[in-house]
């Protein structure tokens, strides 16, 4: 038998000490070996021989065993894989278990899918409305949102259920490149849709799906996780009435901004808000309209004030806002303040009440810097001033 026709070039040397070594005396031999048919196509040969001991009359004889065990090493090499990718997907869930925020979550699940598919471009879109908008992504070119009923992402989230193959068979696809050849796409529940592109055809196996699912599986509950997570913190620091930030709150917001203009060297001013006569409207009306007033005082406020300024419910009828990089600017927002509570007043009916605000005002001076506690204090004596004032020409 030629062995050149079954062993490939590379194990040549090896064959030839082994047969050096039966001459030898050496009865046995096994070991495997790379080949290819007539097709070009790769084989992977086990090869077994054993000396027979030869009788009276017969020569020692050897017995030669070949056979083609290909498929038992593709099957061996896939296990391997699928080993290694089940490890990166237990890493990936660890990590979208520390995130915080659904950007966090959505980069992260994105970095873990790169070590488990071979893809070229990965995307994971939330809804946000009637939108499907990329939150994460990885590749060349960024993904663009799609409306709703727009493209093979939403296709997937509507049937919810996985699409996979070549990009061809779905007409609905909207690819960004058109390299691009091969698809998973993967609903996240409702939330949203995981997928993953390559330029290859028939890049992924049913076990790279399945692995996508496990992911989106995963991703799911890290985004209601991150969701729930935001809520309670948003029940925490808001009051329930107004909806506005609550006084726990503050504490915090004070000590961020003091330390940003104590970096920056810029003034922030505080100003506390008090509703004049307030009393007479749960009198006359009861504490039902009362905390409707509040409610609609609360969005008077938050209408009138810049986007970056930040408002609590410092108190019962109370008010405070903090400025950011304002200083003398402050009157001018209570001045805005009183004549949009001014006109809310004629359009509500409650003028004739004598309803109006009282204004104490503090500025943080990077000149002569005070504490978050000091500040509070300055601002409140101020509103004092201006209530005595008030007192005292009616």
């Known amino acids: 038998t030629n062995l050149d026709k079954v062993f490939g070039p590379e194990v040549k040397e090896v064959i030839k000490e082994e047969l050096v070594a039966l001459g030898e005396g050496k009865t046995e031999f096994e070991?495997?070996?790379?080949?290819?048919?007539?097709?070009?196509?790769?084989?992977?040969?086990?090869?077994?021989?054993?000396?027979?001991?030869?009788?009276?009359?017969?020569?020692?004889?050897?017995?030669?065993?070949?056979?083609?065990?290909?498929d038992r090493v593709k099957a061996e090499e896939r296990v391997r894989a699928l080993a290694d990718k089940l490890v990166a997907l237990h890493l990936a869930v660890q990590s979208l278990q520390r995130c915080r925020t659904l950007e966090e979550v959505c980069k992260a699940a994105v970095d873990g899918a790169s070590r488990i598919l071979d893809f070229s471009?990965?995307?994971?879109?939330?809804?946000q409305g009637d939108m499907l908008v990329p939150l994460a992504f990885t590749g060349p070119v960024k993904p663009r949102p799609f409306k709703r009923g727009e493209s093979l992402a939403w296709k997937t989230l509507e049937l919810g259920k996985t699409m996979?193959?070549?990009?061809?068979?779905?007409?609905?696809?909207?690819?960004?490149?058109?390299?691009?050849?091969?698809?998973?796409?993967?609903?996240?529940?409702?939330?949203?849709?995981?997928?993953?592109?390559?330029?290859?055809?028939?890049?992924?196996?049913?076990?790279?799906?399945?692995?996508?699912?496990?992911?989106?599986?995963?991703?799911?509950?890290?985004?209601?996780?991150?969701?729930?997570?935001?809520?309670?913190?948003?029940q925490a620091i808001r009051d329930p009435l107004?909806?506005?930030?609550?006084?726990?709150?503050?504490?915090?917001?004070?000590?961020?901004?003091?330390?940003?203009?104590?970096?920056?060297?810029?003034?922030?001013?505080?100003?506390?808000?008090?509703?004049?006569?307030?009393?007479?409207?749960?009198?006359?009306?009861?504490?039902?309209?009362?905390?409707?007033?509040?409610?609609?005082?609360?969005?008077?406020?938050?209408?009138?004030?810049?986007?970056?300024?930040?408002?609590?419910?410092?108190?019962?009828?109370?008010?405070?806002?903090?400025?950011?990089?304002?200083?003398?600017?402050?009157?001018?927002?209570?001045?805005?303040?009183?004549?949009?509570?001014a006109r809310w007043c004629k359009e509500a009916g409650l003028d004739?009440?004598?309803?109006?605000?009282?204004?104490g005002v503090a500025t943080w001076d990077p000149a002569a810097p005070l504490s978050a506690e000091e500040l509070l204090r300055k601002a409140d004596k101020a509103l004092y001033r201006a209530k005595k004032r008030k007192r005292a020409l009616a």
Request: charge should be neutral; charged fraction near 30%.
């Open 164 to 234: 996979w193959g070549n990009i061809d068979n779905f007409p609905e696809a909207r690819p960004v490149n058109k390299r691009l050849c091969s698809v998973i796409s993967v609903p996240i529940a409702d939330l949203g849709v995981f997928q993953a592109t390559s330029t290859k055809p028939n890049a992924f196996s049913e076990d790279d799906v399945r692995l996508a699912e496990i992911l989106a599986g995963h991703l799911r509950e890290e985004i209601q996780r991150v969701q729930l997570e935001e809520q309670l913190r948003e």
């Open 242 to 341: 107004t909806g506005l930030y609550n006084r726990r709150h503050l504490t915090e917001v004070l000590g961020r901004e003091l330390e940003r203009a104590r970096r920056y060297g810029h003034p922030f001013a505080v100003m506390i808000v008090d509703l004049d006569n307030f009393k007479r409207v749960n009198d006359r009306f009861g504490h039902l309209k009362g905390d409707e007033v509040l409610r609609e005082v609360a969005k008077l406020i938050r209408t009138t004030v810049r986007e970056s300024d930040l408002v609590f419910r410092y108190g019962g009828d109370e008010f405070l806002i903090v400025l950011p990089e304002t200083d003398g600017g402050a009157k001018r927002v209570g001045a805005r303040l009183r004549r949009a509570l």
């Open 352 to 359: 004739a009440l004598g309803f109006g605000l009282s204004i």
């Open 121 to 127: 471009m990965c995307s994971i879109g939330l809804v």
């Open 31 to 70: 070991g495997e070996g790379i080949n290819y048919d007539l097709q070009g196509n790769r084989l992977h040969i086990y090869l077994r021989w054993t000396v027979l001991p030869g009788h009276e009359d017969t020569l020692e004889r050897v017995l030669v065993s070949i056979v083609d065990v290909t």
